[in-house]
């Protein structure tokens, strides 16, 4: 049985994502927030960890702890992300400083904890969740869409650097989603046309359980224009 950690398992698409998993894998979701993971934890019957993946020594613990407890590391989604809408120079300080270390840094601390596991095992899957963010621009986000296309670049540069030891890397690109990730930020937006959560984590699964032999270095999954 493949053991997955979620970052930001306890919400939105991690939680969607995690529900799917609980029954085939072993599933430990992380995020800062103790109550809520407990609550998750006790409905899907999963792991979980309490961690802010903004910091790199409770990153490193963290990790630490969960391959103690495991026998293998096999998936690692980087889901954890903040959303910060508003022109530039009306954006708090300290939220710029929050959106760059959860989105951009998050992944990358989760990504270099992991990876020593999986280099010893000679395999493992980084599916690195993006959104359609990482590859447009828009004015109002120039924040937000910062930290995904470090994320883009990031998730391109890793993947010729792991594929020698049998780690695939992948980033996935769903759209705007039904969730409160944005509808939090930014009230006035539609979610008429937004996607499923469900529906884009059947998505993860496919490229989770498929064949270690195959590779899937970017998938998009879009539904009209609904970018973040």
């Not at 995690?18 to 103790?34: G, Q, T, Y």
């Not at 409905?43 to 910091?55: I, N, R, T």
């Not at 495991?70 to 954006?91: F, P, Q, R």
Request: glycine fraction near 8%; aromatic fraction near 8%.
């Amino acid at each position: 049985m493949k053991t997955v950690l979620i970052t930001g398992g306890s919400e939105g698409l991690g939680y969607s994502i995690a529900k799917r998993l609980s029954n085939s894998c072993k599933v430990v979701i992380l995020s800062p927030d103790k109550d809520r993971l407990e609550e998750v934890s006790e409905e899907l019957k999963c792991s979980y960890k309490v961690c802010d993946v903004s910091g790199w020594g409770q990153v490193n613990s963290t990790v630490a702890e969960i391959s103690s407890e495991n026998e293998s590391l096999d998936v690692l989604i980087n889901n954890a992300g903040v959303y910060a809408v508003g022109e530039l120079d009306e954006t708090p300080a300290d939220k710029i400083k929050r959106v760059i270390e959860v989105n951009s840094l998050g992944p990358i601390y989760m990504s270099k904890a992991v990876i020593p596991f999986m280099k010893k095992q000679q395999s493992g899957k980084i599916i690195n969740i993006i959104s359609q963010s990482g590859l447009y621009h828009a004015p109002q986000k120039s924040v937000y869409r910062a930290s995904k296309w470090a994320l883009t670049g990031f998730t391109k540069c890793l993947q010729p650097e792991l594929s020698k030891y049998g780690i695939s890397v992948t980033g996935i690109y769903p759209g705007l989603m039904k969730t409160s990730f944005v509808r939090n930020e930014d009230k006035e937006r539609s979610l008429d046309d937004a996607l499923d959560p469900d529906e884009v984590s059947k998505t993860i699964e496919f490229v989770m359980l498929a064949d270690g032999k195959i590779v899937f270095p970017e998938i998009g999954i879009k539904n009209l224009d609904n970018t973040y």
